[in-house]
């Protein structure tokens, strides 16, 4: 199994600015996601980190609002930018591990509150 | 574009009684997978489907896939209260990407 680290576990933040989340994987991975999960909602994928290269983004979401950085296979770190009410979320990393590649494992999650 | 869809959203069960999860997805998919998340935790990987047919047990849960109907089932057998979170479904689209359902409240009362 993947261990995956994230940071911050928590915090609070105010409106119009930005926050950057670290994601951090106990063993090298190809695959890389960030997903959002607004209160009481489910989750929806924001993107996938790429190392080396950009981020592929999903529908609805741009990089100017959530830059992904990709520096290595066991690191990545999602910005959310010039935050609203709106981004306040739970941000999840997610990474493709075990010995066929078939289970998907998610990191503790970075709780978001903008005030 | 692949929906998925779960219900129902919340259940209110009593302990010891069964009940079943229902999760249908709109297109063809070779994976699903059953996640538990607990309030103010994250996800936990309960179950990966991966072929049609595929049936796989952990304890009072049962999960399955029928590809060809493009639905999977979470069975509750007997339920107690530790079983009280919330179940989602998720379905595998290119390059690992996944879809999840709605997600479906449990509760179990006594």
């Known amino acids: 199994s993947a261990v995956i680290s994230q940071k911050p576990s928590r915090d609070i933040c105010q409106r119009g600015t930005s926050l950057t989340i670290q994601c951090q994987v106990d063993?090298?991975?190809?695959?890389m996601f960030w997903y959002r999960q607004q209160p009481g909602q489910s989750l929806t994928l924001i993107a996938t980190a790429n190392q080396g290269s950009e981020a592929t983004y999903e529908s609805g979401f741009v990089i100017d609002k959530f830059p992904i950085s990709r520096p290595n296979l066991t690191f990545s770190t999602l910005t959310v930018s010039n935050m609203s009410p709106e981004d306040s979320s739970i941000y999840l990393c997610?990474?493709?591990?075990?010995?066929?590649?078939?289970?998907?494992?998610f990191g503790e999650g970075s709780w978001l509150t903008v005030v | 574009e692949l929906k998925v869809e779960q219900n129902p959203l919340f259940l209110s069960m009593q302990e010891g009684k069964n009940y079943t999860i229902y999760c249908n997805y709109s297109?063809?998919?070779?994976?699903l997978y059953w996640y538990r998340q607990d309030p103010g935790k994250s996800l936990e990987s309960l179950f990966v489907l991966l072929s049609n047919g595929a049936v796989k047990q952990e304890g009072r849960l049962m999960a399955s896939l029928d590809t060809k109907a493009r639905l999977s089932t979470l069975h509750i057998t007997a339920a107690v209260h530790d079983l009280s979170a919330t179940y989602f479904c998720a379905v595998k689209s290119s390059g690992d990407k996944l879809t999840f359902g709605t997600g479906t409240r449990l509760a179990v009362r006594p």
């Open positions: 063993s090298q991975v190809t695959m």
């Open positions: 997610s990474v493709v591990s075990g010995y066929s590649g078939n289970t998907i494992y």
């Open positions: 297109t063809t998919s070779d994976r």
